[in-house]
Each structure stands twice: as C-alpha cells, then as structure tokens.
C-alpha cells in the first residue's frame, strides 16, 4: 500500500534542499512579499504626515455654540469632569487604574509623539472604557501658529490614535490652552481667534478647562486637592471641567481628589455628558411656578433647543418665561391639544405633560461610524491589523534606538569620568628636571651602552652638537 503521507513529505524535502530552485525562488517570492509590505505601510504612514488631508467632516461652529451653553445651563449644575493632559507616560496606567476602581470617568489627551512611543499604554487606556483626546503632536507653543502648522500636528496624531484605538477621537485639548482658555469650548459671546475655527474646521471640537489644578509644578498631593477644591467653591455649585497631568504627584492624589470632590456635592461625570445635549426627553414629575428640578431643567433646553425659549431663560427654575414657552409650543403642536389650564393654574402636569411624552419619542441615535469607514485609514481589516503591528514595530525600533543612545552617553560619560582626571593629574603633576640650555624643544636622551667607551663617546658628542634643543642625557651602563 502505497503511503501517501510519507511520499508527499519526501518530495516536499526534496524541493527545499539546499541549493535547489524550488527553494531559492520561494524564499525570493517571500523576500519581496515582506518589503512590497514594508513599502506599502512605511509609505502610508508617512504620507499621513506629509500629505495632512482628513476625511472628517467639519463641525459648525453653530454646533459647538450650543454644546457651550448646554454646558452651562442648570442641567449641568453638580457635575464636574476630570481631564488628564500630556500622555502617555509612565504614571498615565496609575492614574487610570485608580479611577477604574473608583468607577470614575475620564478624558485623557494624548500627545502624538508620546503614543507612538508607547502605544501599549494608548490601548489599554481605552480599553478600560476611558475617553481620549488629541492633544497635538509635538506639544509645542506654536502649533497654533497658522492653519497648516495645526493640520501638521492634529492630522499624524489622529492617524496614530485611529490605528491603535480602531475609532476617531472627537476633542483636541490645545497645549498651554492655546486659543480657548478658560473656556470649556468655543464661547458664542465673544470674539475668538481665527486659530479656534481652523479646529472645528477639522472635525474637532476644542476643549479647554475652567478649573487649573496647576498640579504642573505642585510639591504635595494636598497643594493639588486644595487647589481644585477652593476653584470648586467659588463656582457655587456650576458644572467644572478639571485641567489635569500624568505626572506622579498627581498620580498620588486621584483618589482623595476624587473622594473630595464627591464630599463637596459634585458628581463626576464625563465630558460627554456634559456637552452632548440630551435627544430624548421624559417627563416624570409634575411642575408648579417656583419649581427647582432636573425635570425644570430638562424642559426648558427642550424648549430651548425647540426656538421657544430664549438662552437667558435656562434659569433652572419654573417660571412665567417657561410657562409662556410652553404655551407657544402646544399652540403650535396640534398633536399636543391646547391646555387651557395652562395659564390659570401654572402648573406643567396631567395632560400637558404626558402629552409631551407622547409626542416626544424616544429616539436611539447609533453612533456614526461612517468617518472612520470613509477615513481609509480602515480600508480592509488586513490593512487595519498590518498598520497596527507596523506602529508598534515602529515604537519598538525607537525604544531600542532610544536605549543605545541612553547606553552610548552613560559609557561616553564613564570614559569622560576616567579620562578627565587623569588628564588633569598629568597636567598639574610635577615635572622632572631638564638640563639647563636656552632652546625651541627640549628632549630626555637614553643611551644605553654595556662597558662601550668608544660608543659611549661618539654618541654623546654627536648628542651634544645638536642645536634649539634642550637635552638630558642619561647613559644606562
């Protein structure tokens, strides 16, 4: 019976014998699959940094304005977000772990040029359900110096980000605040610098801090708590966004920040939630004029959002304003019936209000993945894990890089360390005695001679007429 098995294994090893053309053309074959890889991915990661086009669509600035205000209205009242800057670094899975166990959330902006050295960290922060941002390349002060210096560090950050975290990021966090300040995003009462709408202008929406730990240059955990407490008293309950680091001494106070925090009254939230106005509405309690609650709150961003109410009427409280808003939108609704009521009584309840649910269907907006799809940063999944591994063999060659250079200045350093030294011992030692003549050079001579006067005589008289040259002359008989 003939053994198949055997048969196809024997003529396989005759194929990949040494020497044969079987083997030499398919280790080729292999060799030029492995660079044409190479090519390719080495040629579209840095065409990201060079060409700096972005499928991502622009955000009206009309439509950041409101996420500003929906900030600052009372729905927001009791909440404070915690952001963390400059990342990754070594403390950035320290301070993660802490608030993961606390079930804190989290905003971390990353640097471009941190991620890409340590990717790993990048990943895993997002892994554990955390929010991150983009936060330039370089960190430098003139990212925001014109329009084309902003794409060159935002676009190659998002890149890497996209590659290892498999979605878009939807904040940048200019360093040093650049262009925003205070504000935790683009402010509709005043004047911005031209640099703010290049940011919208390319998919972002910007995101600053009203709250400075100043944790930066801070000596003790209890310097930072302080800090951000006393900023959270003075604001008298409104919302707060929190400027923070990944440095250690900040790793170190997390927790009893947050356990402060949360003692003060405040809920800690994420950014999310405090710029993303609510699309579905329900209305539970019933209202009456001089009503403070989160529905009062609710409603009156409805009508708000609806064109009924004006900014100046988020007041938090059920007043006259409100109840005229209402009025208008049930006139205006058919669907709602006129509450005649309305206006004798005050009140927001029994028919009015569950005639607002009912009109007011519960709607589940699915994210939109589609800028990711057309982004071709994701063409297939073959390119999306062949550029994931690419980045962190990138990452791996500039730590190895990094480390021979780290070693090749510590061994200069130990070199200088000997050399040094002695070179000064040999400069300040004493020197010994020259035979006295006045002469450009100066020279010790040996001579050595066993029992040779006639050597001994010819060689210091051929010695002795050399000219510009002091000489000592030691015979070793």
Not at 104 to 109: C, E, L, N, V
Not at 160 to 169: A, K, N
Not at 399 to 406: A, F, R, T
Request: charged share 20%; proline share 4%; glycine share 6%.
């Amino acid at each position: 019976m003939i053994d198949y098995c055997r048969l196809f294994k024997g003529s396989l090893f005759m194929h990949f014998t040494p020497g044969s053309l079987f083997r030499q053309y398919t280790v080729r074959v292999l060799a030029l699959i492995v660079l044409a890889s190479i090519g390719f991915l080495t040629y579209n990661f840095f065409s990201k940094f060079l060409i700096l086009t972005t499928d991502r669509a622009p955000i009206h600035a009309a439509d950041i304005h409101k996420k500003y205000i929906y900030y600052q209205s009372p729905i927001n009242d009791g909440k404070v977000a915690l952001t963390f800057d400059d990342g990754p670094t070594e403390y950035t899975l320290p301070i993660a772990q802490e608030l993961k166990e606390l079930n804190i959330p989290a905003t971390f902006f990353f640097v471009g040029g941190n991620a890409i050295a340590q990717p790993w960290i990048a990943r895993e922060i997002h892994q554990m359900g955390f929010t991150i941002g983009n936060h330039s390349y370089t960190h430098r002060t003139n990212v925001h110096s014109s329009e084309d210096a902003m794409r060159r560090e935002l676009l190659p950050t998002e890149y890497i980000l996209e590659t290892l975290l498999g979605e878009h990021t939807d904040y940048y966090r200019p360093p040093f605040l650049l262009s925003i300040g205070s504000d935790v995003t683009l402010n509709p009462y005043i004047v911005v610098p031209e640099s703010s709408l290049w940011i919208s202008d390319l998919g972002f929406v910007p995101l600053g801090a009203d709250i400075d730990s100043k944790d930066w240059y801070a000596t003790s955990t209890d310097t930072i708590i302080h800090t951000v407490v006393s900023q959270l008293k003075a604001r008298d309950g409104k919302a707060g966004v929190v400027l923070l680091h990944d440095r250690f001494m900040t790793s170190q106070s997390v927790d009893k920040l947050a356990l402060e925090i949360r003692a003060h009254g405040y809920s800690i939230v994420s950014v999310d939630e405090m710029l993303t106005p609510p699309t579905t509405f329900v209305f539970n309690k019933d209202l009456s004029l001089g009503s403070k609650d989160s529905d009062v709150a609710y409603l009156q961003w409805f009508l708000f959002d609806k064109g009924y109410l004006p900014v100046w009427g988020l007041t938090g409280v059920y007043d006259m304003a409100t109840v005229d808003a209402v009025a208008r939108f049930e006139v205006d609704e058919p669907e709602l019936g006129h509450t005649t009521s309305l206006y004798a009584t005050g009140r927001f309840s029994g028919a009015t209000r569950d005639a607002f649910n009912a009109l007011i269907e519960e709607k589940v907006v699915a994210a939109d993945d589609s800028l990711i799809a057309a982004s071709g940063v994701f063409a297939t999944a073959f390119t999306k894990n062949l550029e994931f591994g690419y980045l962190y063999t990138l990452s791996g060659l500039i730590l190895v890089i990094s480390w021979i250079i780290v070693v090749s200045a510590a061994l200069i350093a130990l070199k200088l360390a000997v050399v040094v030294p002695l070179h000064i011992y040999r400069l300040l030692r004493p020197s010994r005695p020259v035979a006295a003549g006045v002469g450009e050079m100066s020279a010790t001579v040996l001579v050595p001679a066993y029992n040779e006067e006639e050597c001994i005589h010819a060689t210091l008289k051929s010695l002795i007429a050399q000219t510009n040259v002091d000489l000592e002359i030691i015979v070793v008989d």
